[in-house]
């Protein structure tokens, strides 16, 4: 059972514009959520958090948002650059337990210049 | 400053063969674990280590086995490959367990492919 999905495998966006990558979860006892960058031949890098207590976390020219609801969660890349082309994971965590993050399958961004 | 290094990068094994996949950190954490990701999954725990002397099984930990004699080391056995153990490897590691707080470094991966 995937706990934590990324329904859309690819997304491709024009250099500058806004890239808006989704991510599902089902697991209400996920209060923590976690975006990784992964570029080809590299381990996954942390690149932005959120707590469910907020909403919104901003970093730059990165943003996510959370809708507790409806258990959603979005990347935004603005603007968009070349060189955030990268497979992007989804990730999430309850309170306690070592390290205890689900992942999600990924999506390939390509943002052509 | 080397962060996370594993080797070998690729290996082919044949069925039933053993082999260790390597994993060091040099930032001195006390947590380090061992991922798989393969196609369409996320990547998915083995087993992890809070520290030397100490590991525990993760969420796929059936044929492999760890063990943790320092704080830098953390290498991943396999003692009888499968060919359903064809995957992408990634070793982490973090100065602490929860992952609100403390930010877990990656390897760059051992890609195995047991034929």
């Known amino acids: 059972d995937q706990q934590v999905k990324q329904n859309s495998p690819s997304l491709s966006v024009q250099e500058g514009r806004i890239s808006i990558l989704n991510c599902d979860y089902t697991?209400?006892?996920?209060?923590?959520f976690l975006w990784y960058k992964k570029y080809p031949a590299e381990g996954p890098t942390f690149l932005i958090s959120i707590s469910s207590i907020k909403d919104k976390n901003e970093d730059g020219r990165f943003t996510v948002f959370l809708n507790k609801s409806a258990k959603h969660l979005s990347l935004h890349i603005v603007p968009s650059q070349p060189g955030d082309s990268a497979v992007y994971f989804c990730a999430a965590t309850r309170s306690g337990g070592y390290q205890k993050v689900t992942f999600g399958t990924g999506t390939k961004l390509q943002v052509i210049p | 400053n080397a962060g996370v290094t594993q080797t070998p990068k690729f290996q082919v094994l044949k069925t039933g063969q053993s082999m260790t996949l390597q994993c060091a950190q040099d930032m001195n954490h006390e947590y380090m674990s061992w991922y798989r990701q393969d196609p369409g999954m996320g990547l998915r725990l083995i087993h992890y280590?809070?520290?030397?002397?100490?590991?525990d099984q993760g969420e796929v930990p059936n044929g492999y086995n760890v063990s943790r004699s320092t704080t830098e080391d953390f290498p991943l056995r396999l003692l009888s490959a499968a060919p359903s153990q064809t995957s992408v490897y990634f070793c982490?590691?973090?100065?602490?367990?929860?992952?609100?707080?403390?930010?877990?470094?990656f390897g760059p991966g051992t890609r195995l492919l047991v034929l």
């Open positions: 280590s809070v520290g030397a002397g100490i590991t």
């Open positions: 697991n209400s006892m996920f209060d923590y």
């Open positions: 982490a590691s973090s100065w602490g367990a929860d992952p609100r707080v403390e930010t877990q470094y």
